[in-house]
Every structure is written in structure tokens, then in C-alpha cells.
Nanobody, 118 residues
């Protein structure tokens, strides 16, 4: 599966932004799609995930209530709606996918930069 993230940019604290992840290739084998982020000088961290067929979601505590993951299966698109953005949300955001619930994320997009100014 090939993934491409887009939609990043420079926003102010409190603003909203929506990221998009476009999937292509063997998308029918995808079980989970997820968003990760990596802030400058920090380890990559999990943001949230969505079950590709059922649509159930799970979020990191740091974004719960502010971020929402959704999908358009017909278009092979996944979205990350980010509201009430904080400067600490500044990071490169990556989308990823895996074939099983417990497996590793094997396919990764190139990342899109989100910068939140205070």
C-alpha cells in the first residue's frame, strides 16, 4: 500500500486543520490505518488509528477530544481533523497502515508538517 499525507501548514494556537492520507495499491488488505507524529528532537508517537472496515477509532490521550480520525473507504482516504491546536502539536504527521491488529505498521507516507504558533 502506498500512502501520501497532505494538508499540513502553519496555523495559530486554537485553530483547526485537516490532514488527508491518500492510499493506493492493495488497499483491500488494509486492516488498520493510523496517524503518527514526530516533533523536533522527539521520538515518533502514536496519534490515533481507525479500523479500515469497521471504522472504530482509538486515540492517544494527548489528542483525545481534540482530534478526530475518519475515512472515505470508497476514495481510499483517511482524514485527521485537528481542532484546538496547541504549540505542542507541532510535528511532522505521518500516516501508516498495517494488515493485522497486532502486526507492525509496514506502510508509511512521507509526512506533512504541521506548525502551530503561540
Amino acid at each position: 500500500v502506498q500512502l501520501q499525507a497532505s494538508g499540513g501548514g502553519l496555523v495559530q494556537a486554537g485553530d483547526s486543520l485537516r490532514l488527508t492520507c491518500a492510499a493506493s495499491g492493495r488497499t483491500f488488505t488494509t486492516y488498520i490505518m493510523a496517524w503518527f507524529r514526530q516533533a523536533p528532537g522527539k521520538e515518533r508517537e502514536f496519534v490515533g488509528r481507525i479500523q479500515w472496515r469497521g471504522g472504530s477509532t482509538h486515540y492517544a490521550d494527548s489528542v483525545k477530544g481534540r482530534f478526530t480520525i475518519s475515512k472515505d473507504s470508497a476514495k481510499n482516504l483517511m482524514y485527521l481533523q485537528m481542532n484546538s491546536l496547541k504549540p505542542e502539536d507541532t510535528a511532522i504527521y505521518y500516516c501508516a497502515s498495517k494488515l493485522t491488529l497486532l502486526g507492525d505498521y509496514k506502510d508509511w507516507g512521507q509526512g506533512t508538517l504541521v506548525t502551530v504558533s503561540s
